[in-house]
Nanobody, 122 residues
Framework: QVTLVESGGGLVQPGGSLKLSCTSS???????IGWFRQAPGKEREGVAC????????FYGDSVKGRFTISRHNAKNMVYLQMNGLKPEDTAVYYC????????????????WGQGTQVTVSS
C-alpha cells in the first residue's frame, strides 16, 4: 500500500518560518510531487509542485516568493520551506503524488498523506 507521510507542522507566529517534510513507502523520485492545503470551510488549494528531477517548480499565487519546494531523491524526501508565514496560511498541509498544473498553478494530485497542521497565530 502506497503511503505518504508529512511532518514538520506546528504553531508559528506571523512572519515566522516552518519546513515541512514528506517521505513515502514508494520511491518518490519517479514522480512529480506537490503540496496542497485545506483550511476549514475552504476549498483545497494547490501550494507547490516539483518535477521528478527537481528541475521545474510551480507555485500557487498566494505563496509565490515565500514558499520553496525542493526534493532530495536519494533520501526519498520532498520539502516545503515556508517563510513569511501569514495567518491565512493556517491549514492542514498534504504531500501528494502526481501533481499536475494548469497555467503553472498546482491543481490536481492522485494520492496524498494524512496531512500536517500548520497554524500561524500570535
Amino acid at each position: 500500500q502506497v503511503t505518504l507521510v508529512e511532518s514538520g507542522g506546528g504553531l508559528v507566529q506571523p512572519g515566522g518560518s516552518l519546513k515541512l517534510s514528506c517521505t513515502s513507502s514508494i520511491a518518490l523520485g519517479y514522480y512529480a510531487i506537490g503540496w496542497f492545503r485545506q483550511a476549514p470551510g475552504k476549498e483545497r488549494e494547490g501550494v507547490a509542485c516539483i518535477s521528478s528531477s527537481g528541475g521545474e517548480t510551480f507555485y500557487g499565487d498566494s505563496v509565490k516568493g515565500r514558499f520553496t519546494i525542493s526534493r532530495h531523491n536519494a533520501k526519498n524526501m520532498v520539502y516545503l520551506q515556508m517563510n513569511g508565514l501569514k495567518p491565512e496560511d493556517t491549514a492542514v498541509y498534504y504531500c501528494a503524488k502526481d501533481c499536475t498544473t494548469v497555467d503553472g498553478i498546482p491543481t490536481d494530485f492522485s494520492l496524498w498523506g494524512q496531512g500536517t497542521q500548520v497554524t500561524v497565530s500570535s
